[in-house]
């Protein structure tokens, strides 16, 4: 997996935070990544639909958009899925600083879910749904080896972490 993978720590090497930071830096991405995900789905309802009108976004954003522009349609549901992946992920980040999992597995699990969210992200938008969903899962389980992690370290060993 990539959490024991030695390109995980490459990785880590070369990111421009310390280890103990990487989680902040990859909150910080996701929040990026669904606000930027939402105003990129906006300027191409703009430029490719010509007609986006702030007064009345959910009814441009709904099922006539599905029709007209169907991958921007996509990009606005991956949008709407990736702000609510940052309600999942906040307790997750607080739980594994809250109960001390070990800072380079924080890390790992927390750069996999970014990888996991920005490949779900395109999987949606040009509606591969098999690779969406495996995306989709494997962020999933970053969150949940956060969680569970911290709350039963013993689980951990697998990692390498006693």
Same mark, same amino acid.
């Given at each position: 997996?990539?959490?024991? +993978?030695? /390109?995980?720590?490459?990785?880590?090497?070369?990111?421009?935070?310390?280890?103990?930071?990487?989680?902040?830096?990859?909150?910080?991405?996701?929040?990026?990544? @669904?606000?930027? +995900?939402?105003?990129? @789905?906006?300027?191409?309802?703009?430029?490719?639909?010509?007609?986006?009108?702030?007064?009345? $976004?959910?009814?441009?954003?709904? $099922?006539?958009?599905?029709?007209?522009? $169907?991958?921007?349609?996509?990009?606005?549901? !991956?949008?709407?899925?990736?702000?609510?992946?940052? !309600?999942?992920?906040?307790?997750?980040?607080?739980?594994?600083? !809250?109960?001390?999992? =070990? =800072?380079?597995?924080?890390?790992?699990?927390?750069?996999?879910? *970014? @990888? !996991? %969210?920005?490949?779900?992200?395109?999987?949606?938008?040009?509606?591969?749904?098999? *690779? %969406?969903?495996?995306?989709? /899962?494997?962020?999933?389980?970053?969150?949940?080896?956060?969680? /569970?992690? +911290?709350?039963? $370290?013993?689980?951990?060993? %697998?990692?390498?972490?006693?």
């Amino acid at each position: 997996t990539f959490v024991t +993978s030695p /390109v995980s720590d490459s990785v880590l090497d070369a990111l421009p935070v310390p280890v103990a930071k990487v989680p902040a830096l990859v909150a910080f991405l996701l929040v990026a990544l @669904a606000a930027g +995900s939402g105003l990129v @789905a906006i300027v191409a309802i703009n430029l490719l639909g010509g007609h986006y009108d702030n007064h009345t $976004p959910r009814v441009l954003k709904g $099922p006539a958009l599905s029709e007209e522009l $169907p991958a921007v349609y996509r990009l606005q549901c !991956a949008h709407n899925n990736s702000i609510e992946c940052l !309600a999942y992920v906040t307790p997750a980040f607080w739980m594994a600083s !809250a109960h001390e999992l =070990p =800072p380079p597995l924080c890390a790992k699990l927390s750069l996999f879910l *970014l @990888a !996991a %969210r920005v490949a779900y992200i395109a999987a949606y938008v040009v509606n591969e749904d098999f *690779l %969406r969903t495996a995306f989709f /899962v494997c962020g999933i389980a970053s969150i949940v080896e956060l969680c /569970v992690g +911290s709350l039963f $370290p013993e689980t951990l060993t %697998r990692y390498g972490y006693p």
